[in-house]
């Protein structure tokens, strides 16, 4: 594993935890997804090291949250994870890995969902913007953090579903995500 990655894992989910063993799986994973769906996009202009390291570093901030099956004991709900994972990030200096952090939260979240439904978030859009948190947010949907399911894909399909439970204008933009790196037609 690279040095930067081993020594924030090291750091913010200790040497031998079983956060640090489901994260590593998990996020190499959406690594790999990544470079597939790259793959497809020869005509887009992808910044790979960002690529990299959004993908390793994208879920840091599930250390804080409230998520026993994955081995975290922290005090924050799951939806929480991507903006604690900001936090880290920014204090680390890492500033565009800290923005992928806090916008691949399910397809994005805009700060009229955040305010209208009450979520303990920081009121602020986090969309994804940039072409790597686009990626790294539809990438990391292929993949889940449970136990036994750590390295099944799903398919499309499967995250259609499991998105359509948050509304049918998050599929919208799932359905957009997919078109744009042309994962559909």
């Known amino acids: 594993m690279d040095r930067i990655i081993e020594y ?9 935890t079983q956060v640090r063993k489901y994260l590593s799986i998990h996020s190499v ?4 997804k990544a470079l597939q769906i790259m793959e497809l996009n020869p005509d887009k202009i992808f910044d790979t090291g960002l690529v990299f390291y959004g993908s390793m570093l994208h879920d ?11 081995g975290c004991y922290g005090k924050h709900p799951y939806i929480c994870h991507g903006y604690l994972g900001r936090k880290i ?14 916008r691949h939260v399910g397809v994005g979240l805009s700060k009229e969902e955040i305010l ?3 979520l303990p978030l920081p009121k602020r859009d986090m969309l994804p913007l940039s072409l790597e948190e686009k990626l790294i947010c539809l990438a990391d949907k292929f993949y889940s953090k449970s136990s036994g399911k750590l390295e099944m894909e799903k398919s499309i399909e499967q995250i259609r579903k499991s998105i359509l439970k ?6 919208e933009k799932l359905n957009e995500l997919l078109s744009f790196f042309r994962l559909i037609n």
């Open 8 to 16: 924030l894992y090291d750091k913010y989910l200790g040497s031998d």
């Open 29 to 32: 994973k959406v690594y790999e």
């Open 60 to 70: 840091i901030g599930v250390i804080f949250v409230d998520a026993p099956e994955i």
């Open 89 to 102: 990030m920014k204090k680390e200096g890492l500033k565009k890995i800290a923005k992928i952090c806090e």
């Open 116 to 118: 209208n439904h009450n």
């Open 166 to 171: 948050y509304g049918d204008d998050k599929l």
